[in-house]
């Protein structure tokens, strides 16, 4: 199948993270896959949740939003979280705190924020792949200020959309594709090849075990190019 950005099935998106895009986080980033741009930060917060409280650990978190301007026809900021949304942000703090040792954190809060500045597919995979980064460099910021003794994070984790479009299994699809698929997916998986979440729909006719393994293989692929990109970003010789 000939895609319309001339990538190959396997090919991510042009990829791009910029680290320290705003003044005041901890950590922040802007993460730009293809057209699909994503502002993530990390706060650090000295309290935790209720159910959190006395335990000596500490919490990861996100919220999750696309702003008004970020499609083509203007999106309502929501006032109450409709189902997507509510259930894209539980994703991305699910995933990011997969790889956390919540309790090297202390009594603590990481609070993670993507706002979606311009959607084109693949924005909740984005959003984690620019948390993680984002969540490195408030880490960071922890053990310089002597706030933590040890690194929390166990290991690196990255997300990204698969799909079978015309009937072939692609990566990384934009919105043109994702559209039309007849199966769309999302996986988040660490670098030790370990899956965190695949969340798949078949479109029209249900697909095969075979389809399904396939996707996978290609959604590692992906995530392994991703990760290189954060390993980059963040200046550690693999």
């Given at each position: 199948m000939k895609r319309a950005d001339s990538r190959t099935p396997a090919q991510i998106r042009k990829t791009r993270i910029v680290r320290n895009y705003l003044k005041y986080p901890h950590g922040s980033v802007l993460i730009e896959m293809g057209d699909?741009?994503?502002?993530?930060?990390?706060?650090?917060?000295?309290?935790?949740?209720?159910?959190?409280?006395?335990?000596?650990?500490?919490?990861?978190?996100a919220e999750y939003a696309m702003l008004p301007g970020s499609s083509a026809q203007r999106i309502q900021r929501e006032k109450n979280?409709?189902?997507r949304t509510a259930e894209i942000q539980r994703l991305?703090?699910?995933?990011?705190?997969?790889?956390?040792?919540?309790?090297?954190?202390?009594?603590?809060?990481?609070?993670?924020?993507?706002?979606?500045?311009?959607?084109?597919?693949?924005?909740?995979?984005?959003?984690?792949?620019?948390?993680?980064?984002?969540?490195?460099?408030a880490v960071n910021?922890?053990?310089?200020?002597?706030?933590?003794?040890?690194?929390?994070?166990?290991?690196?984790?990255?997300a990204v959309s698969v799909g079978v479009v015309n009937g072939t299994p692609v990566v990384d699809l934009p919105y043109e594709e994702d559209s039309r698929a007849e199966v769309d997916m999302n996986v988040v998986m660490t670098e030790s090849g370990k899956l965190v979440e695949?969340?798949?729909?078949?479109?029209?006719?249900?697909?095969?075990?075979?389809?399904?393994?396939?996707?996978?293989?290609?959604?590692?692929?992906?995530?392994?190019?991703?990760?290189?990109?954060?390993?980059?970003v963040l200046r550690i010789k693999e």
């Open positions: 699909t741009k994503v502002i993530c930060t990390a706060i650090v917060q000295e309290e935790v949740p209720r159910h959190k409280r006395g335990s000596g650990s500490g919490w990861v978190t979280l409709k189902g991305v703090g699910r995933s990011l705190r997969a790889v956390v040792d919540l309790n090297k954190l202390g009594e603590r809060t990481i609070m993670l924020d993507a706002d979606v500045i311009q959607a084109d597919g693949g924005t909740r995979t984005a959003s984690i792949t620019g948390a993680f980064v984002a969540l490195c460099d910021w922890l053990r310089a200020e002597g706030k933590i003794d040890a690194n929390p994070i166990r290991e690196y984790l990255a695949v969340q798949g729909t078949a479109e029209g006719e249900p697909f095969s075990r075979k389809t399904l393994d396939q996707l996978i293989e290609l959604a590692s692929k992906g995530i392994e190019q991703l990760i290189a990109i954060q390993k980059k």
